[in-house]
């Protein structure tokens, strides 16, 4: 990327890709060609430590094969005062893992690739590009695998050619290859779906097909029609151990659980919940609290809406409920302070996703008890995602957020609000049992508590 002054109008870089799976064991060798440049210093940012894979033997030249002085940076690459002309430059990725150990994660062996986008590319700064307003050069990436495989990505599409519409499209995807991946493609909520599934697994095809149709068609109907016109979801067996599916951008959904799961209630929750970053992390942006735990709890009850039983609402709050126990600073810190203070994290210790899913049940709860079931939680999402639609940063405000609970609900949702989001008071059993009543209308119970008898034998087992 250039730095100095643009002009506003100036034909589009383009840059293209060329990645090969090659090698034993397999690595990305990947080439790439920039055109449009002015002979200035070309900014790169590499794969962020974590991703999964590894750049070496990274090189640059001009067209002519001249090389190029390049400079390593802490987050990537300065290809340095190049003549105007094409630039090109090639690295080799290697990658740590041969499976996916996750859905945020990659991994390539013989049979596939499973890859979040940011992890395969050393590309133009976006944050450079956004700042300079310079549009971010148009890209091609063409991949050349090995025989029988296809490739799968949310991206245009041409054969194996793809065209991402933008830096997000191009560093926040997964895309996966594989010769056994089976297609299954669908419209719900206004959106066009594929679903990509490879490997044997403890359920059908059907089965997630409609799970991942009914999570887009109930989150329309919710929240207003999909904001994306296609949705890829890409389900791969991943390793044993906890692997779980995760949105990793625009439009494409990683589904990697383990081998022999079954598509109960914790995968299926998952899926919608993924579905749900679609609004609540894609079209709108806000405090994890919110983009995490609200959307874990507006997935749970779309989920058990579904299923039409309150009871798979009741046990993934109570789930959460005994999660949140076992963190130890749940009363010390509030949920924003805790995204400062201690980003990422497991998701089953953190505030943001286990209390920010009780609060949500608890506004919930409120708001349909102030409006006497005339208003609900759905409302405020609903006029959030209206204001921030419009806006470059997609950002909802926390304030925001307690303005819009506030004008939907009244005297007891201001209080939730003042307790669980502004402030840290203990959230009780009981306080979660009343709120599950108010929004399903049944009695459902925490469940009781479980007697986890320590191991340990005073006397020898009587045989
Ligand atoms: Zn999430």
Known sequence: MRVGRLPAQQPTDTLVYNLAVTGAPPHLAVEARLVGWEGTSVFLSAPPPGSGTTVTAFGASDDRGVSVRVQRTGGGYVIENTRAGAIRFRYQLSFTDPVSSGSTASGLDTTRLYAVSRSLFVAPDPVLYRKTGHPYPVVRLVFLLPPGWRLVANWDSLGSVLEPRSSEELMEGAVAAAADYRFHAGAAGGAHYTVAVRGARAFTDSALVDLVSESLRRGAEAFGPVPVPRV????????????????????????????????????????????????????????????????????????????????ELAALCYQSLRNYERIPHRTAMTMAAEARTMPGGDNTIRLVYRKGMLAALLLDAAIRRDSRGRASLDDVARRLLAAARDRRSRAATEAEIGEAVAQVGERSTKREWARVVAGTDRITPSQVAAALREVTGVDLPPPPPRTNVPKALSQPPSP
Do not use: C
Not at 240 to 262: N, V
Not at 263 to 277: P, V
Not at 287 to 294: L, Y
């Open 232 to 311: 890829t979801y890409i389900s791969d067996a991943g390793r044993k151990g906890r692997t779980s599916g995760s949105l990793q951008g625009t439009a494409s959904i990683g589904l990697l659980w383990e081998p022999g799961e079954m598509l109960e209630r914790a995968r299926s929750h998952d899926t919608f919940h993924e579905t749900l970053h679609l609004w609540f992390g894609g079209v709108m942006e806000a405090e994890r609290w919110w983009t995490e735990g609200a959307t874990d709890y507006f997935a749970a009850r779309l989920y058990a809406e579904w299923r039409n039983d309150p009871g």
